[in-house]
């Protein structure tokens, strides 16, 4: 069974960073599939903020770019988004996302909080 599980929310302060992990099943984790990490805010659209493409690019949204960076551990079958200098309107619930052979998974999202 295909699973994405989500790990790393919480709260921090303005400033501050985290770092969310998702852990990848072993059958859809290939650096053939694109890989990434969206977000939805309160009363917002789902928003892609970073992904690694198939091609091995790092695109980034142009809100998070020099703050975030997304990487994965080939040896873990892990997938992260280190986020730093966070602000509030960072704030939302994180999803990790997998797109391999014409199906697309998701995590089961990690609530991010970014306030004083």
């Known amino acids: 069974q295909v699973q994405l599980v989500e790990s790393g929310g919480g709260l921090v302060q303005p400033g501050g960073s985290l770092r969310l992990s998702c852990g990848i099943s072993?059958?859809?984790?290939?650096?053939?599939?694109?890989m990434g990490w969206y977000r939805q805010a309160p009363g917002k659209e789902r928003e892609l903020v970073a992904s690694?493409?198939?091609?091995?690019?790092?695109p980034y949204a142009d809100s998070v770019k020099g703050r975030f960076t997304i990487s994965r551990d080939t040896l873990t079958n892990t997938l992260y988004l280190q986020m730093n200098r966070l602000k509030p309107e960072d704030t939302g619930v994180y999803y990790c996302?997998?797109?391999?052979?014409?199906?697309?998974?998701w995590g089961q999202g990690a609530q991010v909080t970014v306030s004083w």
């Open positions: 072993q059958d859809i984790f290939s650096r053939h599939a694109f």
């Open positions: 690694i493409t198939s091609g091995g690019s790092t």
């Open positions: 996302n997998v797109q391999y052979r014409g199906s697309v998974y």
